[in-house]
């Protein structure tokens, strides 16, 4: 007789290709946050391959999340880069801004909220700004906002953003490597943080706002820059 829930004589082992695939995902996604895959450009499984040094397992398995994402489309008889432009970044931080005002809406009528996993993420911002480490900043501001979809309780809400988490992973690691000093970014999550535990939800979303907006317009002016650097 089987258990429910249970399969007999299955064997499971790690598998190794997802993880690259992951990783693969990863690297596309910066490249096209940066602009450095260009919208059209056409994405050959055998290059790709050759390039990462990987089979086409993974390379197919990281195009294949960047279709569900919308970043890669299929164009032809292939798959090309579908590309950010500036109404698609107007529109993924307005959805963001939609979305995160929301949770922060949540967070602060919270009586059981546990704030500790935040705290100690700017905690770590702080020793990032504090060392000029752009990237470890940016894992940490975006383990942040996440963390505010985690206390806010909504398990839908948290499902879309995930959805959208990795975008918004490459797209944050792009801006924040445009900060020559990165303490104003971490008071700024300091404040948030702050005006959401003592219930100013306004002045949370205000400054929620300022911050997505800042963000934006570095992306706009580091891709604008590389555009221009690339005509000239």
Not at 49 to 62: E, K, L
Not at 90 to 107: D, K, N, P, W
Request: aromatic letters at 6%; proline letters at 3%; charged letters at 25%.
């Amino acid at each position: 007789m089987i258990t429910p829930g249970r399969v007999e004589g299955l064997s499971v082992t790690p598998v190794q290709r997802n993880a690259l695939g992951d990783q693969v995902a990863a690297k596309l996604r910066w490249l096209i946050a940066t602009g450095e895959l260009p919208a059209g450009y056409r994405l050959v499984e055998a290059s790709l391959s050759t390039d990462f040094g990987v089979s086409r397992g993974p390379i197919r398995d990281a195009l294949s999340t960047l279709q569900a994402e919308g970043l890669v489309a299929v164009r032809g008889r292939g798959l090309a880069v579908v590309g950010i432009s500036a109404d698609d970044l107007l529109e993924l931080f307005s959805l963001r801004l939609t979305l995160e005002t929301f949770a922060v809406r949540r967070c602060a009528v919270r009586e059981d909220a546990d704030w500790r996993p935040a705290l100690d993420l700017l905690k770590e911002m702080d020793r990032a700004a504090d060392d000029g480490n752009a990237l470890a900043f940016a894992e940490a501001d975006l383990e942040f906002h996440t963390s505010l979809y985690r206390i806010a309780g909504h398990r839908r809400l948290q499902r879309v953003w995930e959805g959208y988490r990795p975008t918004f992973a490459a797209l944050l690691a792009v801006s924040t490597a445009q900060d020559r000093d990165l303490h104003p970014a971490a008071q700024s999550h300091w404040e948030i943080l702050d005006h959401v535990r003592t219930g100013r939800v306004d002045a949370a979303i205000e400054e929620l706002a300022e911050h997505l907006v800042g963000a934006r317009s570095r992306l706009e002016a580091f891709r604008t820059a590389r555009h221009e650097g690339a005509g000239g």
